[in-house]
């Protein structure tokens, strides 16, 4: 025992008290030099200033702060100490003891000005706690108010207090506690050495003005979180106040009263404790929960590494940043290339990048630092800065394109792993079953949560990185200067001059890493079909285009919108991509935009483009659009305002002005045809524009547990995987049916499918005895491969494929009967054709599209288009009658020739 | 001597003045109160958390957030969503520069 207890006299160099008295006393004389730099007008400023570019002085006001701390530590274990011991009735005088008392709440209020006289965010918002706390005190609330704490935004009477006031009342009541301050010399310079070793290597925190978490004092933590289930602040002012008094009452009253007290305080200690571990490691942005487990989990440092001694930084260049020094810039000076909204002038580079912004030392200011922010595991930190955009950030988790919600309710839905088309899911919670491994294998790599890594501008298959995903782009100078970084040795002493932009130029390829998949709509419009050829086959070709990813696309009919130099961005608006906060099942949930939004002969909604909201104020702004007197279409569909329209004389006149900088466009009213009559109004305006959309027969999935697979949620390679087996797609005219989720025509709308999942499912491949499943569901498609022209009567009335009975001869006999003879066998499991979606003259009862409301043609349906196609085995499509039919059908039936056959159903 | 300038500097309250039709609709955070500007209408709320003082600096989905304890209010009523706020926001009068077309905000 001899060991040890050598080193608890080498610990042990003096009591508690005297070693609060050497701290205090190194607090006071380092308090005294800081006040000289420190400005009371600007504090954050001269703070910021200070540390960043002052190292003497940045030292001195660690040693300040952590003599400070050490005070408040050894002052608490000391009053700790004589209570448990029951030493406090040593003092015999009650005025002493009542000072005794009121010194903890002086050293608390010394201790927490100086927190707040740092002036970050944490500091202006701990000041306006105080404030309201002590205001709340009835009588005496104001006058504390006005003598200690000073008005918001407001530090002189803080300072005075803090620098003199306080310290000068605490002195005393040192003095007078221990009778002198005359601490032992060795007990002084020990206490000296640890505190400037540990100042060396620690920094006295000072934090952003807008971090995502706002943060009190280490010792207010508990406080924080106790406010957090207290409605009226009061209750807590009025309880420390108690606290004290029965501080006071402890060497006063009965033993067994003071054991109470004791016990009871210990009690209350244990609480706070467990109450301050809650707040310091698991409250998040805006005091939410945040677990460890949580993709975005991030615990704030306990301590602040420092780095006093810089070698090579120029002190005299810190860059100022709207009211306080950054070092990032000082030593990044001169990058361009950014957005005007992005230029490091207004946000520096620590609003996006993170990292140590006061610091002149390389290493130091890239720790903690993101590299490629805007990841959405970082985005609350970096985008959604309270001072930048923490609303659109919030948005963009509910989004589809972040949760996947639609792919994965109805994934699950096929794999029986939910009863419900409309699931709520999120792709964050795909776990391993047989509908999450397929999920990982085959589909959830689309999704704006899948994290960016690396720098640079993303490749063909690195999809997701947040907001990143559309808003990076890289410029020729950009491009030079990722290059020359890359090739860059440490010992180069060179710094990239060229910022990629963070913009709104949002691309068409952007969409297309992941929308040139099942729809493929993005390789629709810019009409290219995708084909079963390889890159070989197609070489020297021009009318094939090879994706880096290998697959061999087809020239097809491009979509008008596309020919006319629109691009996607075009008519899909912020509130669409970035969501607009709520959860859609699906994707036709989400979109807001409709053709007849544009191109009506007047606009439904118009609003003045000055007078929309803020998000469309900026892109606006940031797009450079003249705003005085503009008017905008507003959609039909939530309200949202379709920015780059313009609508003149009375709603007319409709136009939009393209993305692409290539002037603007005249949107076309419908042609009568579409408006005129009751025969198609029911149609949609995609059931007769549609040109064409990719479509599959069907496949087939199994479980190979010996192929070599890929998790594309974490993006690494493994052993098994799901594998579909399918046949060649082919582009042409799409299926019709019915869509009674839109609810602006009785029974719903004629609307465009496609194949959706026409599949079997082998289970017994992935868990043993489970048996293979076979679906027939067909999928809403808007192809986007939009055509003025629309299409020929016959091909919806005379087309079996139209009509839903798959691809085959669908003949009118001169009897009046209607025959269908399919192209494909039928199918084992249904006895359907292959490619069909319900039986010819057949009604399907069951599920029988990947959405609920959906659903093929029913008899009646079927019958009434089939009539119309009896008319057109004989009549031409431009034919009078025909046009007439086009007003009243039943009308023309009734009036119809001797010589018409009727057909028999 | 106090001038009559400064006399009337002192006893005015502090005025902000926003050209509202410039806004445009939505929520506006500034320094010491938010704007929300509807098409039809234009309150002006405190941007002190009714619970603890803290300053509301963050808007998301329609809901004014308190970053210190999390309470949540409804950015058009002012109205408190979650707690600890007991309390609706304090709703600022305002008046309208009939010249300029600006509001003016004393705080």
Known sequence: MKIPENIRKV???????????????LCAVSGALLAVPYDVANPYLSVTKLVTANPAASLLRNIHYWSAQLFLILTLIHIFDHLWKGTETNIKSKSVWFRLTLSIGFTLYVMISGFILKADGDSLQAHRILSSLVSSLPWIGAMLQQTFIGAEGNFQILYIQHAATATVILFIIIIEHARSLKVNLRTFLITTAIIIVFSFFFRAPVNGLSDAVMKGPWYFVGLQETLHWITNPLIITLGLIILTGFVYLIPWVKPLYSRLIKSIFVVLIILYALLSISGFFFRGPMWQWQLPWQRDYKMQPMLYPEKIFISSADTTQLAIIQGHAEGCVSCHKGMSGFSDAHKPEYIGCYSCHGGDPLTLDKSKAHRRMFAVPGNLSNAAETCGNAGCHPGIVSRVDKSLMTSLRGIISVDKWVFGETTDLNSKEHVNEIGRSAAGTHLRNLCAGCHLGNEKTKTGPAAWLERGGGCLACHLTYDEKALVSLKQLRNMKKSDNVLPMFHPALNLNVTNDKCKSCHSRSGRISMNYEGWHETELKPENVKGKSNYQVLPDKRVFVKMPEDIHHQKGMLCIDCHGSYELMGDGKHYAHKENAVKIQCSDCHTVKAYSQKLLASTDQETQLISWSRKFKTEGVEVIVTQKDGKPLINTIVEEQGTLLSMIK??????????????????????????????????????IGCHNSYDTKAKGFDMLKNAGLKGTWVEYSTEGVAELPVLGINATDKSKKNGIVSTFTPGMIMTIEKGSFKKGEKTVFHRLYAPSSAHTTQQKGRSCKSCHNDPLALGYGRGKLVFSKEGKWSFEPAYENNKYDGLPEDAWTGFLKERKDQAATRIGMRPFNLMEQKRILMAGACLTCHKENSLVMKRSLSDFDKTIHERSKHCVMPLF | MMTAKQKQLMEKPAESRINAAKLGTGIFLFDTFIVIKTSGTLKVFSNKCTHAGCRINQEIEGQLVCPCHGS??????GKVLKGPAGLPLYQIPFITDAKTGEIIIKV
């Open chain 1, 659 to 696: 993305k692409s900088g290539a002037g603007t466009v005249i949107m076309k009213p419908p042609a009568k045809a579409c408006i005129e009559g009751k025969a198609h109004a029911r149609l949609s305006c995609e059931a007769c524009h549609t040109a064409w959309a990719p479509q599959c």
């Open chain 1, 11 to 25: 610990l042990a160099f003096d009591t508690y008290g005297w070693v609060a008295t050497a701290a205090i006393i």
């Open chain 2, 72 to 77: 949540r209010y409804d950015a058009a009523t």
